[in-house]
């Protein structure tokens, strides 16, 4: 046998051993993939939900009543009693929201 058989049957064989533990190292990404894949799954489940269930029709409105449709005008009342922004509604109500002071801001709702 000459070194050079030698040498390279060691290459090879020093190839091989480095594919086995590259391929080695890919089996147990399918385990880490298919727990993402569940967690992908449960929080897709968890939007349909909450798309499919009524939405409220306005969060910042406790009593949950839309709005009465086009604003038709503003006024602001402030250095009065009732500091208040009033909403006129183009179907003719109105809507009042308290307005205070904060930090140099006024703030309504």
Known sequence: MSWRFLSQRSLAMVGLGAMALALGGCWSAPEKETKRIEELE????????????????????????????????????????????????ADGTSSDLPCTMEQGTWACG
């Open 42 to 89: 449960q929080r897709l489940q968890q939007v349909e939900q909450r798309l499919a269930s009524p939405a409220r029709s306005n969060p910042a409105d406790p009593a949950g009543k839309p709005p009465a449709g086009v604003v038709k005008s503003l006024t602001f009342r402030m250095g009065s009693a009732d500091d208040r922004l009033r909403i006129y509604w």
